[in-house]
């Protein structure tokens, strides 16, 4: 009989819950196995172990040889000669260990039959420490002072106000404070809490107490720079340099630096790497300064004493900078004495100058006024003759007055305004006469003014704000007035006026994470307003004429950081720029198949006030990377990238006061310039001697150029005489710096190359056919010498040797006659240049013993200005005479000129 089972296939549905209860099951036993199995060989490995004060080498030895285990670990992080002492009886591998590391900071691990060993330190907590450092004497901040750990590697700077800050492990920690100029000091802080601790340096002295004090920082070391191309120079410093008629200038010491250089004596503004004078963002506490020079150049805008120092950017430009191609130069003003009324001052050959600083309430509020007044149209007068009649004069005031709120908040207020006049004037028959019937005046006057509020606000032991509101207005006109006759009626007046006003905010934050790394971030924002032309006053035959005003925003955000790795330092930033040409205004629109002239416009477009025109925008990469080779030798490399939306029209090599600034718009593109950069900075062991080498190549795009006779006077249709360009520039500059002993100076050397090319669509317009050609400002070689010698206790002599290759010009060549009229022609653009200038000043300093009773210091400084009398070209110029071509150079200062200075302190 046969059985049959019948066996159901259908699957029994198991819960969710059953399968969880499996699976932890499963895991419990077999962690369970693990375990037994560590256990089981543990205890395979017993040791048995009683030394005192044995070396860890020798135990971690003895453990090695009862068991299979072998010990890994860094010499560097694990020091094994240290004394142990250790008591185990049959004891496993993990309980040894335990018991032998109990209460160090030896940490281990297994990895099979390895013991991996490491030595973590119980992290300490970190505390910051922050204030401000100041002049111990006059309660000045101090820019730029050095606050450094020592024994370590690691300090801070401080800012533009004085702010640093210094995050270190709890412990105690001596630092060293330290200024160019100042004499060092060393204190010892006991660091557990975050704290604010403000530091005084007292100025180098001979004797201070009776003891001798030095600055260890009275170098110009690129070294510790992490940014390429960049000059600092105090106030002390262009004091020491002879000057044009024995006076301090601004503008003349940025001239004696590697890479800068001008179109010639008398000429406004200065030339960066291939780059024109309105490439430069010049600064007066943030105010941009539209023009740098009084009286075409003789002398810088703002008066010497009044500044605390200045840095030049052309390099490596921070993120924080913007709205130029070429350089920045940040001059900032003093904030004025907190303790004592002081006040300094000269009296001139052609200006005198006095400032005057004080509290208002002793270490609360304080001001700070300084002023200078020339004297030419005084002595014109009296000199008679041609010059009777000649007005030639500037004066400038600047004033700033700083408000300590409290230990975290501080005002401050600071303004400038500065004028030229300069007008010549024919008054007598005989002077009518030789003037072909054109008697009459011709009068220039230009006006710079600015205003600066800015608080400084204290967040934190690691946060640090400056909050800026800054207005800056820049005006000139030009007035000719004809008394016999001519283009302009007998008796009326031509009155020609322009200028150019911005408003900015700035709110700025510096974030100071650590010794190793700080971040600064903010925005931009800024409203231009350029007023082209507008004439008035002119009689009853002449309709006054405005042209339409133009107006333009900047809004840039931008983020920097500045990060040290051991030997490795970056700074790395970002900037966006963003601009917009606004209304109201009127754009012509010309036919794109001819050059654009007043013939070919098609249409006049009108946009509402408000209404925008035209934008762009872009990206601003900024980086420099520096490598420490050791402490006195650094290599550094760098990039940026600027934008330029507003552009300076002139025809002219040098600035005039009837130049036209106009913004980026419809027919004018943003000017893009990129640069690379990179460098080898060395010091010598005792820092006596610094010196420093560096490269550049950097391309334009969307030059301005203009055609060849280009007409900017007046013009409503501007954009009809310009044609766009790219460029190129590149060089070598190599600085050389003695920084102690009775000789001390700086000799520097640069060889540079500048070319550009017009890129009209329209072949026929270019200029050389297309090809490149020199810019106005390429000066192949240029040499600057400086020296300063003490001679005696109460004697100093002054030294300064330059030497520059000729700029570029163009010039007649021939002559041709049509229609019985002769006309010259000219040579391919810039195809020559003018002679080469060199040129030596040298000026004596003697300061008399001062009398202890009182406060008054007085010194006397004379010399003379271009000592050989080079009669260096400022400008070249050729004409016709019978079928001879003749070629004459203009000088500004063809002979010697002596000067003396009477300077004081009180």
């Excluded at 591998?93 to 390895?114: C, E, G, H, P, V």
Aim: with cysteine; hydrophobic share 35%.
């Amino acid at each position: 009989m046969k059985i049959k089972t019948a066996v159901s296939l259908k699957r029994k549905r198991v819960s969710k819950r059953t399968i969880f209860l499996m699976k932890l099951s499963l895991t419990i036993y077999l962690v369970g196995c693990f375990q037994l199995m560590a256990v089981s060989s543990f205890s395979q490995n017993k040791i048995s172990l009683k030394l005192e004060d044995a070396s860890l080498q020798s135990i971690l030895n003895q453990i090695e040889n009862q068991t299979d285990y072998s010990f890994v670990y860094n010499n560097d992080e694990v020091n094994v000669e240290q004394k142990f002492s250790i008591n185990v009886l049959e004891k496993d591998i993990a309980s040894t260990m335990n018991t032998l590391f109990q209460n160090t900071d030896i940490k281990y691990r297994f990895r099979k039959n390895l013991v991996v060993l490491s030595n973590q330190k119980t992290q300490k907590e970190t505390y910051t420490i922050s204030g401000i450092i100041t002049d111990a004497e006059t309660g000045e901040t101090l820019l730029g002072a050095n606050v450094v750990v020592v024994d370590k590697s690691i300090g801070a700077t401080t800012n533009e106000y004085g702010f640093y800050s210094l995050t270190l492990p709890e412990g105690t920690h001596t630092l060293q404070i330290s200024y160019l100029g100042y004499a060092s000091l060393e204190e010892t802080i006991g660091l557990n809490a975050n704290i604010k601790k403000n530091f005084e340096l007292q100025p180098s002295s001979d004797t201070l107490d009776e003891v001798i004090v030095t600055s260890e920082n009275k170098n110009k070391s690129q070294v510790r720079k992490v940014l390429t191309g960049v000059n600092n120079l105090s106030a002390a410093e262009i004091k020491k340099l002879p000057a044009f008629f024995g006076e301090p200038d601004i503008t003349r010491a940025i001239l004696t630096q590697p890479g800068v250089s001008s179109v010639g004596e008398g000429t406004a503004g200065f030339n960066i790497r291939g780059g024109n004078i309105d490439q430069n963002l010049v600064l007066l506490d943030e105010a941009p300064m539209y023009i740098s020079s009084h009286l075409w150049g003789l002398f810088s805008v703002v008066n010497a004493d009044a500044i605390k120092g200045m840095t030049l950017y052309k390099g490596g430009i921070p993120a924080r900078y913007g709205g130029r191609a070429s350089s920045v130069l940040d001059i900032r003003q003093k904030e004025g004495n907190t303790k004592a009324f002081k006040g300094e001052g000269g009296l001139g050959t052609l200006f005198s100058r006095i400032t005057l600083e004080g509290p208002i309430v002793k270490e609360k509020l304080n001001f700070l006024m300084s002023g200078r007044r020339s004297y030419f149209d005084i002595f014109f007068p009296l000199i008679g003759g041609e010059l009777e009649n000649t007005k030639l004069s500037f004066y400038d005031l600047n004033t700033k007055l700083t408000w300590n709120i409290n230990d975290n908040n501080k005002l401050y207020v600071s303004g400038y305004f500065g004028a030229d006049v300069m007008k010549l004037e024919e008054s007598t028959e005989e002077e009518a006469e030789n003037s072909d019937g054109a008697s009459g005046s011709i009068d220039f006057r230009w006006k710079s003014s600015t205003a600066t509020v800015r608080w400084n606000h204290i967040f934190n032991h690691k946060l640090f704000m400056n909050l800026s509101g800054i207005y800056s207005n820049y005006t000139y006109k030009f007035i000719s007035k004809n008394d016999n006759g001519g283009i302009i009626p007998s008796g009326q007046t031509f009155e020609w006026g322009s200028g150019v006003q911005n408003w900015i905010v700035k709110p700025d934050f510096t974030y100071y994470a650590n010794p190793n790394t700080t971040m600064r971030f903010g925005v931009n924002g800024t409203l231009y307003q350029f007023n082209p032309a507008e004439l008035s006053n002119v009689g009853d035959n002449f309709t006054p004429e405005d042209l339409d005003k133009d107006k333009g925003l900047e809004i840039a955000p931008y983020y920097e950081i500045e990060k040290t790795w051991d030997k490795f330092t970056m700074n790395l930033g970002l900037r966006y720029s963003w601009f917009g040409n606004i209304g109201p205004n009127s754009v012509a629109t010309y036919h794109p198949d001819f050059p654009s002239t007043v013939n070919t416009i098609t249409d006049i477009k009108t946009y509402k006030k408000g209404e925008l025109i035209k934008r762009y925008s872009g990206f601003e990469p900024r980086v420099s990377l520096k490598y420490d080779i050791n402490d006195r030798k650094a290599l550094k490399l760098g990039y940026n990238r600027n934008y330029q939306y507003i552009h300076l029209m002139s025809n002219t090599a040098a600035a005039l006061p009837f130049d036209i600034w106009k913004p980026s718009g419809v027919h004018i593109k943003p000017l893009e310039v990129n640069q690379i950069s990179g460098g080898y900075a060395y010091d010598t062991e005792d820092t006596t001697y610094n010196f420093s080498v560096e490269g550049y190549y950097k391309t334009f795009t969307n030059f301005v150029e203009y055609k060849e006779g280009a007409d900017l006077f007046i013009n409503e249709n501007l954009e009809t005489q310009l044609l766009p360009a790219d460029g190129y520039a590149y060089g070598l500059e190599l600085a050389a710096y003695k920084n102690k002993g009775r000789l001390t100076g700086n000799f520097n050397y640069t060889y540079s190359v500048s070319k550009r090319k017009t890129t009209s669509k329209f072949k026929e317009e270019n200029i050389n056919n297309g090809a490149y050609y020199p810019s106005n400002y390429d000066r192949p070689h240029l040499l600057n010498l400086t020296a300063n010698y003490d001679l005696k206790e109460k004697w100093n002599v002054g030294l300064f040797f330059t030497y520059q290759t000729g700029r570029p010009t163009t010039v007649p060549t021939g002559r041709l006659s049509f229609d019985g009229n002769p006309y010259l022609t000219y040579s391919n653009r810039n195809a020559y240049r003018i002679p080469d200038t060199h040129r030596l000043d040298i000026s004596f300093t003697y300061t008399p013993e001062g009398n202890p009773d009182t406060r008054w210091q007085s010194s006397w400084n004379f010399g003379l200005y271009n000592v050989y009398g080079s009669p260096n070209a400022f400008s070249v110029f050729s004409t016709f005479h019978g079928d001879q071509l003749k070629t004459f150079q203009f000088s500004v200062f063809g002979a010697p000129i002596p000067f003396i200075t009477y300077n004081f302190k009180f």
